[in-house]
Structures are given as structure tokens and as C-alpha cells.
């Protein structure tokens, strides 16, 4: 021990020694001459020789301000089991009068050591390289950081002995780039035990280093170097020896991390995880048992036994067959809680269609309950009550639709004038929307424009003249009655505005001219754009327009007869969903209307089922007569929904029906034909019948030589 502090003062002598006479020259005649040129000179010299001057380090104050970030280097908790305790450096006494000089300056306060501490009792080690300017307490509060405990709970010795946390490690005699070893150990290891964050075999952060480097000629620099332990052993791939040093080099693959491939983008799998080699081991475990019996000196009761008698012997056959039985069983309940269902689902179906039909016509309801429970006077007091009940429930609903027209009349008004100056649009090849503005849409923007300028209130009396005069030459280019009535009009306003007649007393007359106005623009013959298309009619079949269009037939039905196509809808909407799902390109049912199912089913087929001749129209519908072929009204049956399944089971009719049933229905579907046959459209997919009669069937005749003769048509090629 003492040859070696011997060794190191002997060591720092010879550098002071190197250091004076590097700094001073001595000339002849014994006078000193400092060197001028400041290039030569060690860096770092002036500073050591300010450090001797003042006797205190530079970097001792500015330790203090370094007390949050106190590890220079990167640190590393490094786990080892081993508990021995390393050679300590020696004290500071022994150090300054080693030395023989003050404490180096900012540059030595800020070079790093490596310090070990050994945490006590488990053992373990963490390695951190640390400022030796700093002191124990920046230490602690590093440490205590990494292990995650309190810092007043650590407690830090040196050789056994405590240390002072207010001294650093360059006065507890650590060197630059050098090592130390301390031991640490927790006031409280019930509540703050000293353990690593990770076990040992998980541990692979890396150890640190500081190793001084040689730039340039005489010129120095301290490098911090991280030393990375993996987890398993690196394979040696080879190198080289220099054959003048007989220095070893290793391949680079051996000192550094390997090569990461570039990410295709693809997950890739090797071999083994696509092929898989199964292999099947039968094996019997051994199954022991024992049973206990009473015997001599072995009582064992017999409370719990049961006497089991054996039953009759059954057959493989009469296990197969009792299975067969309850699978029919199951199949059975599940085809009757089928039906169930679908007669549940029916009935539903019904009922809906039935109360829809008792609100639409509940005063025919209510009128056949009361002729036929009611006689005489009473009869025609409730009869009486029924038609001023039915006037009051009218009255009402037309007061309703006055209360809403009035309110929305203006925004319907707009609506109506937008809709008719509107352009008309299209869709091109590419998506675009394409407008187009024709003289009749010009035509009505002109009228909608000049209407909603007839209606304007805040304007002066000669823009109300211009305008008065604007309309007046617009109308005039119609004779009429209408457009009599709009000039009369507009030239008695303009008279009494000539006459400074208030605003006020002619609202009513202006009211007047805006509605005749509204009038002229309605009528087609003056606003061509007013003319319905061809969408607003609802044609049938047989293209045969009725002349009125869509609103014109329901008003008529309000006001008149009242017609009930409720069931026909039903009907048709039923027909359609059927075969769409038979058949995605079913057409006919889709060029039917109402109507020509209201005909269908009363004209053709008389309201009744085909084959038991129910009459209740909301359970009947139409089906194919030959499923095999499309749907069309000659190629229909109308039966009842409860007949309708056992129907389409069956393959040929021709077989499962009578030649009576099948001449009737043929003769349906011949009217059909004929009511059809005009219809354009309908025509497209008509069969023709005598195209179909009259094939001519070749039949093998047998003649008296026995041979087989063949009868050809007349005037076909032999």
C-alpha cells in the first residue's frame, strides 16, 4: 500500500517538474524568459496555473448548480452476485500531501470517474460514471432515482466507514478517469429494500467508461464510452493478426450490432412455420380401483346401498329404430311449430290489412251494424246521427286543410314558381350535371319574376306604375276573360293612385290583381311549362290514358264514388316481392298496375280461389301455374295463401289436376291472352297459342311388314 502511494507521488512529482520547465526558459546570466508563443503550450496549462493562484477548483461552484443532472456520463445499473469490495483510494489528507499542490480547476472538477457501488445485503452492483467535483448528496439523489426509493433512507460508506455527504469524490481522493467502490445500504429494507428494477437475467444495460483519447500532439480529450453485455454469446466469425504487433482484429459483425433488413411491407415467415409434422400416439392411462367389503373386524354400513335390477335387453336394431323415432319426433315439433308460425304470421298480416280497411271505411261498417241490429224510427235516428257525425268529421278535415293551405301558402306559391323556371338537368356519360334552359323555362322565369314585383309593398308610386304597365303589356298578349280582368284591374289601381289614394285602401285591390295574375301563370296555355308529363298519369296495361291525371282521380274519388284498391295493392306488392326473389329479372309483374290486377282477379277469376273458392280477397294471391316458367297473367293461378304452399310442390299439373280443373284454367289464361294482346309492352312477352298448336308431331307408325315408317309433313324434303 505504501509503495504504491509512494509510486503516485513520485509520478505527480515528475509532472510538476515537466510543468515548470515546459512554462519558464532560463537564459544565460540566470534571468527567466516567459515563452511567448501561446500555440506551444499544453491546453489546459493556464488554468492549472490560475488553479495554484487561488487554491480552490472553479468547478466546486459550479457543482452546486449541477445538482439535478449530476451524471456526466450515461449510467447503468450493473448486477453482479459478487460482494467483494474492491481497494479504496486513499483519504484526503493523504491525498493533499501526495499531491503537494491545491485541487486542479474546472477542468478536473468536471472529468468523470467510474463508481461502484455495492448495494448491501443483497449484493449487487450498479456502475454510473460521475463527476468527481460533485458530491455524495448529488450522488444519493442519482441513485435514489435509479433504485426509486427516498434519498433519505440511503446510507453510503467508504472502506466501512460512513462518508459526509457534503464532500466530493475528488475529496474522497478519486482520480480522474478513475474507479471507485462504495458500499450503500437502506436505513428502512422492510419498506425500502435496495433491489434492482429488473432481475438479473433481464438486466442488459450497458456499463460505462471514460477513456482519455489523444487528438492531436500533446492535446487530450475524455470520451465516454458505453460497454453493451448482451444476453447470449456473439459467434466468433473470424479476423486477422498484424504480423509486426501481432495485434488481433476481430470482424466487424463480432463488435457491433447486426444489420437490420429493410421492411418490404410483406410479413414473412420462415419454413418451419408453414409445414407442420403431425404424428398421433394412442395411450391408455392406468385407472386403479378398490372396493371395500365387511369382514372380520371390518364393519361397513350399508345405509347408502341401492339394489339395482337389470332391465331388458335391447338390440342394436331397437336402439337405431327408438332414434330413428325420436329424430321424426323432433322433426314432427319443429314442422308444427313451423306452421304455427306462418298461420300466426298470417293472421297478423290480416288483421293490419283489415284494420287499415276499418279506418278508411268506417261509416259502411257502421251503417251495416245499424240495419242490422235496428228496425223502424230508431233505425233512422241512428242513421241520422251516422250522416251528422260523418259531416262534422268532414267539416273538420276540411277546416284542417284550409288552416294548413293558408298558412303555407306563400312558401307554396314559391315552390310551384321555382319548379316551373327551373332548368332542366341531366346526367352526362361522365358524371357531370348538365343544365338546360329551354323558351318555356325562360318564359316562366319572366312571369315568376314580374309576380314576385307585382307583390312587393315598400316601393315608390312610380316604380308601382312602371310595373302595373309591365303587367298589363304581358297579359295583353292573350285575349281573354283573365287577361281582361288583370288590364281592368291594373288601370283602376293606377287611376286611384293618380288620385293619391292611400296604400292602405288598396290592399284589397292589389290582392286581387296577384291572384288573377297567379291564375294567368297556372294555365298552360300562357305558361307552357305548366303542362303535366307523362309521369303525373297512371295509364294501365293497355296503355289506354283515362284522361285525368293523378290528382284529378284521387279528388274525384273523394268527392264521389270511393274506391277501395287496398287488396289489389296488397296483391300486386306480394307478386312482385315473389318473383324477384324467384327470378332477378322477372318484367311483367313490374308493367301491371292496379287496375289491371283489379281486373284479373274480378273479371277473370271472379274473386275467388281457384281451388276451394275462398273469397276473402287478403288471403288470396297470385301464383304460377307452371313453376318452372316465368310469371305472366297467362301463366297464373289465384289460390289462397294456405293453398299456395302445397301448389308449387307440385312438378307437372298435367298430372296432379283434373282434364276439367285444367280446361278452366286453360281457358282463363286464354282470356288473358286476348286482354293483353293489344298492349305493346305486354306483347313482347306473349306466347301466341297457335304457334304452339300447330307443331305437327312426327309419330312411328308400325305397318303390316313390321318395319317402322316415319309420316313426314306434306311438301317437306324426302
Not at 475528488?170 to 462504495?182: A, D, F, K, Q
Not at 475524455?222 to 479476423?239: N, T
Not at 364393519?299 to 337405431?320: E, R
Not at 251528422?388 to 276540411?398: D, N, P, S
Request: negative net charge.
Amino acid at each position: 500500500m505504501s509503495e504504491r502511494r509512494e509510486n503516485e507521488e513520485q509520478e505527480v512529482k515528475e509532472d510538476e517538474e515537466k510543468e515548470e520547465d515546459t512554462d519558464t526558459n532560463v537564459e544565460p546570466g540566470g534571468n527567466t524568459v516567459e515563452q511567448p508563443a501561446e500555440d506551444d503550450r499544453e491546453p489546459g496549462r493556464e488554468e492549472r496555473r490560475e488553479s495554484r493562484k487561488t487554491g480552490r477548483p472553479q468547478a466546486a461552484e459550479e457543482a452546486e448548480s449541477d445538482l439535478q443532472d449530476g451524471l456526466i456520463g450515461p449510467g447503468n445499473t450493473d448486477v453482479g452476485n459478487s460482494a467483494a469490495i474492491a481497494e479504496t483510494q486513499a483519504d484526503l489528507s493523504h491525498d493533499a500531501e501526495r499531491l503537494g499542490e491545491p485541487q486542479r480547476t474546472e477542468h478536473v472538477g468536471n472529468s468523470t470517474a467510474t463508481v461502484k457501488v455495492v448495494l448491501v445485503p443483497e449484493g449487487h452492483v450498479m456502475t454510473v460514471a460521475f463527476a468527481i467535483g460533485l458530491s455524495i448528496a448529488q450522488l444519493k439523489l442519482h441513485l435514489a432515482n435509479e433504485l426509486r426509493v427516498p434519498a433519505d433512507v440511503l446510507h453510503i460508506f467508504l472502506d466501512g466507514r460512513a462518508v459526509d455527504e457534503q464532500q466530493s469524490l475528488m475529496e474522497l481522493g478519486v482520480r480522474p478517469n478513475g474507479s471507485t467502490r462504495m458500499e450503500m445500504s437502506s436505513i428502512d429494507p422492510d419498506s425500502h429494500p435496495l433491489r434492482p428494477l429488473r432481475p438479473p437475467e433481464q438486466d442488459n444495460m450497458p456499463d460505462v467508461i471514460t477513456v482519455r483519447v489523444q487528438t492531436e500532439e500533446n492535446m487530450f480529450r475524455e470520451v465516454v464510452v458505453e460497454i453493451e453485455r448482451p444476453p447470449q454469446q456473439k459467434a466468433f466469425l473470424g479476423g486477422f493478426k498484424h504480423r509486426l504487433t501481432g495485434a488481433q482484429y476481430h470482424h466487424a459483425a463480432v463488435q457491433t450490432l447486426p444489420k437490420r433488413r429493410a421492411d418490404k411491407g410483406v410479413v414473412l415467415f420462415s419454413r418451419n412455420t408453414q409445414t407442420v409434422e403431425l404424428q398421433s400416439e394412442a395411450q391408455q392411462c392406468p385407472l386403479d380401483a378398490s372396493t371395500q367389503m365387511t369382514g372380520i373386524g371390518c364393519y361397513v354400513s350399508c345405509m347408502d346401498d341401492k339394489l339395482v335390477a337389470p332391465g331388458n335387453y335391447i338390440t342394436a336394431d331397437q336402439y337405431h329404430e327408438e332414434r330413428l323415432r325420436a329424430r321424426l319426433r323432433m322433426d314432427r315439433d319443429r314442422r308444427l311449430v313451423w306452421l304455427e308460425l306462418q298461420e300466426r304470421k298470417r293472421r297478423e298480416e290480416k288483421e293490419e290489412q283489415l284494420k287499415d280497411r276499418r279506418r278508411r271505411w268506417w261509416r259502411s261498417e257502421e251503417e251495416q251494424q245499424i240495419n242490422s241490429s235496428l228496425r223502424g224510427a230508431e233505425r233512422k235516428a241512428a242513421l241520422c246521427f251516422l250522416l251528422e257525425t260523418e259531416t262534422q268529421l268532414i267539416a273538420a278535415i276540411g277546416h284542417h286543410r284550409i288552416a294548413v293551405q293558408n298558412n303555407n301558402y306563400d312558401k307554396v306559391v314559391r315552390n310551384l314558381l321555382d319548379k316551373s323556371a327551373a332548368p332542366h338537368q341531366w346526367r352526362a356519360a361522365d358524371g357531370r350535371l348538365i343544365e338546360m334552359d329551354s323558351e318555356h323555362t325562360v318564359r316562366a322565369g319572366e312571369l315568376r319574376d314580374l309576380y314576385n314585383t307585382i307583390n312587393l309593398n315598400s316601393e315608390s308610386q312610380e316604380e308601382r306604375l312602371e310595373h302595373l304597365l309591365t303587367l298589363r303589356h304581358t297579359v295583353k298578349e292573350h285575349e281573354c276573360q283573365l287577361t281582361r280582368d288583370i288590364v281592368d284591374l291594373s288601370d283602376r289601381e293606377a287611376d286611384l293612385m293618380t288620385r293619391q289614394v292611400k296604400v292602405a285602401s288598396l290592399q284589397g285591390l292589389r290582392k286581387r290583381i296577384s291572384t288573377l295574375f297567379l291564375q294567368f301563370i297556372k294555365t298552360p296555355a300562357f305558361n307552357p311549362e305548366r303542362y303535366l308529363q307523362s309521369s303525373d298519369f297512371s295509364p294501365t296495361a293497355g296503355a289506354r290514358l283515362s284522361g285525368r291525371c293523378r290528382d284529378c282521380t284521387g279528388l274525384d274519388n273523394i268527392a264521389r264514388s270511393r274506391d277501395d284498391f287496398s287488396c289489389y295493392r296488397n296483391i300486386l306488392r306480394r307478386l312482385r316481392s315473389d318473383e324477384m326473389r324467384l327470378n332477378q329479372e322477372a318484367k311483367i309483374p313490374f308493367l301491371l298496375q292496379v287496375e289491371d290486377v283489379r281486373y284479373l282477379v274480378e273479371v277473370l277469376w271472379a274473386s275467388r280461389s281457384a281451388l276451394h273458392g275462398s273469397s276473402d280477397l287478403y288471403s288470396l294471391v297470385f301464383v304460377r301455374w307452371e313453376k318452372r316458367r316465368v310469371w305472366s297473367p297467362w301463366n297464373c293461378i289465384l289460390l289462397s295463401k294456405e293453398e299456395t304452399s302445397a301448389h308449387l310442390e307440385v312438378d307437372d299439373v298435367h298430372k296432379a289436376y283434373e282434364v276439367t280443373f285444367l280446361r278452366r284454367i286453360d281457358h282463363k289464361h286464354m282470356l288473358a291472352r286476348r286482354h293483353f294482346s293489344s298492349v305493346p309492352v305486354m306483347a313482347e312477352h306473349l306466347e301466341s297459342p297457335a304457334a304452339l298448336g300447330n307443331q305437327l308431331v312426327s309419330k312411328p307408325v308400325t305397318m303390316a311388314t313390321g318395319k317402322p315408317t316415319i309420316h313426314t309433313p306434306a311438301g317437306s324434303a324426302h
